[in-house]
């Protein structure tokens, strides 16, 4: 909301009508092809292995089932460092594709990485499990007698996918695609490196190119359109639908493949995992492992110490904050205290760049008027006191990941019963005692969960990390892309590396969980 306000408070300066002139339909044109391009792009890749893993049996289901939420691990912007570093004139593949055949320059083609189809191809690399694991939950949850009838009735496993399977799961895949291209709209560092023009580009072009702030939240708000055209078609495409789950769910009974088909999906479900995951992560240890020795120097001891500082923080004011909301949500069930929590957490919807603009405009503000304010009274000069400090950081990752503390809160808040409440009340403790002494005991799974993942999130915020971080302060985010910009790639795989390595940690939960699931189906 102080994005929209900010942009339209100030007017229209000249540098709008020279966006609106010159970049603004290209910044239109590529967000809207990005969006359609990952959505096609998730839906193929989530969507056919999920059914696969769900639904079907084949050699290495099981590993496969949990090795295609590797992926996950790996931001969007290190897989595009790392694949240009394979794929570029002189890297790996064309330098053997020349030895090999004796080929020169412009003696063959080769598909251009950095370009628009390179971004959509990196994005739906590492989105896809966001599709992935929603309609795999839903695929296993669906009435197996429903799907035999559709086989009795003479269909084919296709038809019976494209007929039955896929309408049921309609609402899963709708609400994996629109994560995923959440995240599309949200990410910097690919399109950026690509040299895609896209609203989080033209943000950064305007407010460091032009200085022009203003211009920037204008483009911000601009953004949030497509944010909220997103919400919106998602609720009319199930406007008029209702889904309701069989009252009696039979053991799943998998189509056995044999032969020629299960090596086929096999080698699919591989190469999945391989493009998203394996051969990039080999390529970040390669490079990486290449002189071990800068693993203990200085400027990266002090690049992790300042991201787990900043993610360390960020965890424990989204937790607490999380905590407070959920808790007090339980005792106050009511509409406003509801809607309250719900607006709370929707700063995981809007993309980082947004956020920052929106964090910034205030501070901003405040720190003029504290300056003037000493300025006249004092005759001396305040300075910055917010703007480009830890502060405003921590404060900007709150807003963004709140949402996902909250959610593993509630859901560990949910399954407590409210009768335990009540017995605590009745033998005199208050709330603050109830939380202290029943809840927080029974919530210490959903807790470390919530730490772990906004943790994680922030160790891998590229955008609003770059806007707001303080003069001469780096993190392993950062320090890569920067190092990655300036076609240092080798240089840029250790701190690389090191995101993958820990962003494998929420991955591991989700697979334990997912592998209980399985092994109970």
Known sequence: MLVIVGSLAGGYSPAWGHLVDTVLADYVVNSLLLMLGVGVGTFVLGVSAAWLTAMCEFPGRRLFSWALLLPMAMPAYIIAYTYTGMLDYAGPVQSLLRESFGWGYGDYWFPRIRSLGGAICMLSLVLYPYVYLLVRVAFSEQSTAVLEASRSLGKTPWQTLFLVALPMARPAIAAGISLALMETLADYGTVAYFGVSAFTTGIFRTWYGLGELQTAAQLAAFLLLFVFALFALGR?????????????????????????????????????????????????????????????????????????????????????????????????????????????????????????????????????????????????????????????????????????????????????????????????????????????????????????????????????????????????????????????LADAALPALAIVLIGLLPVILMTRNLSRGDNNA
């Open 236 to 488: 009319y495409s199930r406007l008029r639908l209702r889904f309701h789950p069989a009252s009696a769910r039979q053991e799943s009974r998998r189509i056995q493949l044999r032969g020629a088909r299960a090596a086929l999906c096999t080698l699919l479900a591989l190469a999945i995992v391989s493009a998203g995951f394996i051969l990039p992560a080999l390529q970040l240890a390669s490079w990486a492992f290449d002189d071990p020795a800068r693993a203990l120097e200085a400027p990266f001891l002090d690049l992790v110490g300042n991201s787990f500082m900043l993610a360390a923080m960020a965890a424990l004011c989204c937790l607490f904050l999380a905590l407070l909301l959920g808790y007090g949500r339980r005792l106050h069930p009511g509409r406003l205290e509801t809607v309250a929590v719900r607006v709370s957490s929707m700063g995981y919807a809007v993309p980082g760049t947004v956020i920052a603009v929106g964090v910034l405009i205030p501070f901003a503000w405040l720190d003029n008027g504290i300056d003037s304010l000493a300025r006249e009274w004092l005759g001396v000069s305040t300075g910055l006191l917010l703007s480009g400090s830890l502060a405003a950081l921590v404060f900007a990752y709150v807003v963004r990941f709140l949402s996902v503390a909250l959610q593993s809160v509630e859901s560990g808040l949910g399954r407590i019963r409210p009768a335990l409440d009540e017995s605590a009340r009745s033998l005199g403790h208050s709330p603050t005692q109830v939380l202290r002494r029943v809840h927080l005991p029974m919530l210490r799974g959903s807790l470390l969960t919530a730490l772990l993942l906004v943790f994680v999130d922030v160790l891998k915020e590229l955008p609003t990390t770059l806007i707001l971080r303080p003069f001469n302060f780096s993190t392993l985010a950062v320090r890569a892309h920067e190092l990655a910009s300036d076609e240092r």
